[in-house]
T-cell receptor, first 112, second 115 residues
């Protein structure tokens, strides 16, 4: 079945540091890939997505590239801010049924 | 996009009691999804609620424990029955977009603590 593996946290960075959160997947077919973010006390919200190989999703300074050859979708940001502190979930959606597989989530803490 | 509200936002309940969580969406949707997010873990799909039919439950979840209602295309409820401390979780309601049909939208969640 489908699966998503992402690095476990927590990840603690200083403000303006470079961020990478690794995500790899296993899926049948050609899934769409997502990063969702969950700020403290809130539900998940879509951060970015990519629907086919070599697509790059980007939003709020975050980027992730759909790499079919390495089955990866790593999240990056060049300079993190304290307001980026949240839990980040990698996810995939494959097949016709609207069912999404989520990774375990990576907690990011950015300190001033 | 879709705007989803949930009630209550949090509750503390006694063992053996039941809690009903409400989910309201600002647009009509065919399917609504209920997830559980246990402390420090990812999301687990509990069931899919279709209007006019019984909910479809995932493996490990049963209707007697998590009865669901779906009276119309914008509203659903999830009841957590005969609660135990193991039911302490965040419960999230979700729908898919009607334009970006592969993108999910989530409610803010209901944080449940069972003593």
């Amino acid at each position: 079945g489908d699966s998503v593996t992402q690095m476990e946290g927590p990840v603690t960075l200083s403000e303006e540091a470079f961020l990478t959160i690794n995500c790899t997947y296993t899926a049948t077919g050609y899934p769409s890939l997502f990063w969702y973010v969950q700020y403290p006390g809130e539900g998940l919200q879509l951060l970015l997505k990519a629907t086919k190989a070599d697509d790059k999703g980007s939003n709020k300074g975050f980027e992730a590239t759909y790499r079919k050859e390495t089955t990866s979708f790593h999240l990056e940001k060049g300079s993190v801010q304290v307001s980026d502190s949240a839990v980040y979930f990698c996810a995939l959606h494959s097949g016709g049924y609207q069912k999404v597989t989520f990774g375990i989530g990576t907690k990011l803490q950015v300190i001033p | 996009s879709a705007v989803i509200s949930q009630k209550p936002s949090r509750d503390i309940c006694q063992r053996g009691t039941s809690l009903t969580i409400q989910c309201q969406v600002d647009s009509q949707v065919t399917m609504m999804f209920w997830y559980r997010q246990q402390p420090g873990q990812s999301l687990t799909l509990i069931a899919t609620a279709n209007q006019g039919s019984e909910a479809t439950y995932e493996s490990g979840f049963v209707i007697d424990k998590f009865p669901i209602s779906r009276p119309n295309l914008t509203f659903s409820t999830l009841t957590v029955s005969n609660m135990s401390p193991e039911d302490s979780s965040i419960y999230l309601c979700s729908v898919f977009g009607t334009v970006s049909t592969d993108t999910q939208y989530f409610g803010p969640g209901t944080r449940l603590t069972v003593l």
